[in-house]
């Protein structure tokens, strides 16, 4: 053949070979640099209805019947109550539409998870230093997770709000006190952030067997301690220094590893959390006809609920507590949250829930 029609030839295969691998990659490029958004593009009433009627349907009943008043601006001006209500089912209303419509879950989460946590602790400082009316009720108890179901079988009995609250939550939101709700988590979270690109969890199954462990033993040292008569000072003392052994881990593991390391492997009411919302039906799910198995969506899960194995199986695995962070970072939409086994509008619905419950604690949530 003659040489100049063969090298035609080889250039023409050689170009449309190129032309095939950049039409290839060409929209996994644009795919990686705008990831789609996870959610509906059209914007839905309903959702934005539930963001407001939580805190409406909560609140409200709370502001007329309950004496001395627990809404803090109507501690200090009669009335002011109903303004406060007011501005948080703005409140309400704006985060989820910047949730659902405007912004990444994974960027906002972790602010209002934080702002509220700032508040808490706030009101605690301002009630102990300048003035009782910013506290709950004035009795005092440390802000360690563990006391929800330690400090009543230490007691014996007493006060069971807390634990009724977090029962509550489980019963209706499933396990986002753990992503959404807790004062000490958001510093987890916010460590954990920390660390860029790729979080490097422990063995999977140990860190499962040790919470566990953890919950056990922090069930039996309550018990022992209420039937041995160890006296308040002496368990207040052992509960300040699990607090800062927490404290502890939050800074040297999770800030490090770029995992929720504290959440996911120590703090026993995390364990008892995950436990329980096994019962709730929504889960995380991933649709394998689109999924390309490419991992990306590893890097945006904290709670170490999507490693490899858990996009083969295509759900989130056993730590998963709804956040809802990898749902944005898909670039083929794969990831959904499921609720009795549908997906249609559930996230929207279930994130509008979420942030109107999230409200009521900004309002109410104090020690
Ligand atoms: S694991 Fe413990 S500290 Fe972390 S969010 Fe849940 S209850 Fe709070
Ligand atoms: S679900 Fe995860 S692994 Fe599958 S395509 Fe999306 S980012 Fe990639
Ligand atoms: S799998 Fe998704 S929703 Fe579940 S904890 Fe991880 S990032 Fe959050």
Not at 90 to 97: A, G, K, N, P
Not at 167 to 188: E, F, N
Request: aromatic share 14%.
């Amino acid at each position: 053949m003659d040489k100049r029609i063969l090298k035609s030839l080889f250039f023409n295969t050689w170009i449309m070979r190129e032309i095939g691998t950049i039409r290839q990659i060409q929209p996994k490029l644009i795919n990686q640099i705008k990831p789609t958004k996870g959610r509906q593009k059209n914007i839905k009433v309903g959702p934005l209805v539930v963001s407001v009627l939580v805190p409406l349907i909560l609140l409200v009943p709370v502001q007329i019947n309950v004496h001395p008043p627990m809404i803090l601006a109507e501690r200090f001006w009669p009335g002011a109550g109903w303004i406060e209500i007011f501005v948080l089912e703005i409140y309400s209303f704006v985060l989820t539409y910047l949730i659902l419509y405007k912004e990444k879950i994974k960027k906002m989460r972790l602010r209002y998870w934080l702002f509220f946590s700032v508040i808490f602790f706030l009101q605690l400082f301002l009630g102990l230093l300048v003035n009782e009316k910013f506290l709950m009720s004035g009795k005092l108890h440390l802000p360690v997770p563990a006391l929800i179901v330690a400090g009543p079988i230490y007691r014996g009995g007493g006060s069971l709000f807390m634990l009724i609250l977090l029962l509550s939550t489980i019963v209706i939101l499933g396990p986002a006190w753990c992503s959404h709700l807790c004062y000490i988590g958001a510093w987890d979270g916010f460590a954990s952030s920390r660390r860029r690109g790729r979080p490097k969890p422990f063995s999977r199954k140990y860190s499962i067997i040790f919470r566990y462990f953890m919950l056990a033993s922090v069930l039996i040292v309550a018990f022992l301690m209420h039937k041995l008569g160890v006296n308040a000072l002496t368990a207040t003392l052992f509960a300040a220094m699990f607090g800062l052994v927490e404290l502890a881990l939050m800074y040297l593991v999770s800030w490090r590893l770029g995992y929720m390391f504290h959440c996911t492997t120590f703090c026993p009411i995390g364990s008892l959390v995950t436990l329980l919302s096994k019962l709730y039906p929504a889960r995380i799910r991933i649709d394998h006809n689109t999924c390309t198995l490419c991992n990306a969506c590893t890097v945006s899960c904290r709670y170490d609920a999507l490693r490899a194995e858990d996009i083969k199986k295509g759900k989130a695995g056993w730590n998963c507590t709804l956040c809802g962070d990898c749902l944005d970072s898909c670039h083929a939409d794969s990831i959904y949250l499921s609720f009795f086994g549908s997906k249609k509008n559930a996230w929207s619905y279930y994130i509008a829930t979420v942030i109107g419950v999230h409200t009521v604690f900004l309002a109410l949530a104090r020690l």
